[in-house]
């Protein structure tokens, strides 16, 4: 556990997530989702490089969240090859949203995902509050290889264009 951090568990899409969070001293200027390794590579939310992540972010004044994709630690559920990982992500990030309308986007987003539309898509259905340039860097990612391994290092993105919409 690093210095500052809360741990508590979350309702998630397949059972309880174990979330750990590093919030500011000051006040807060946004959300900042940071997701672990891939998960059969033995990746979690205690990785140094997602840790040091989180203690950077909260140090910029973001609140940083990290979590346990399903079936890691105290998370419950099974590896779903990427699809119930992304809805994991989103899950995290809504339930650190403070504003209604936040939640709705993240709300929108995670049902288009579980219907089969891509992240990219998805995403792209909401250009007031993600921009081209960001939505071509998430399919970039999906095109490379989609599922966790893709999508891992774009999550902590995801969450900072996504808290903008909190401001």
């Known amino acids: 556990m690093t210095r500052g951090e809360r741990r508590s568990s979350i309702a998630g899409p397949a059972g309880a997530l174990e979330v750990a969070l590093n919030v500011p001293e000051g006040s807060v200027r946004g959300i900042a989702l940071i997701a672990h390794p891939h998960p059969l590579q033995g990746g979690t939310l205690d990785n140094k490089v997602v840790q040091t992540l989180a203690k ?3 140090a910029l004044g973001y609140a940083a969240t990290r979590f346990n994709f399903r079936g890691v630690g105290l998370s419950e559920g ?9 809805d994991d992500a989103l899950a995290a990030l809504a339930d650190q949203s403070a504003r209604p309308v936040t939640k709705r986007l993240l709300s929108q987003i995670r049902e288009r995902v579980r219907e089969g539309t891509s992240l990219g898509d998805a995403l792209a259905a909401h250009p007031e509050t993600f921009s081209d340039l960001y939505i071509g860097m998430v399919r970039a990612g999906e095109a490379a ?3 966790v391994s893709s999508t891992g290092g ?12 909190d401001e």
């Open 154 to 165: 774009l999550q902590v993105v995801t969450a900072t264009s996504a808290a903008r919409a």
């Open 78 to 86: 099974r590896f779903d090859d990427g699809i119930g990982e992304t």
């Open 56 to 58: 950077t972010f909260a």
């Open 145 to 147: 290889g989609g599922g």
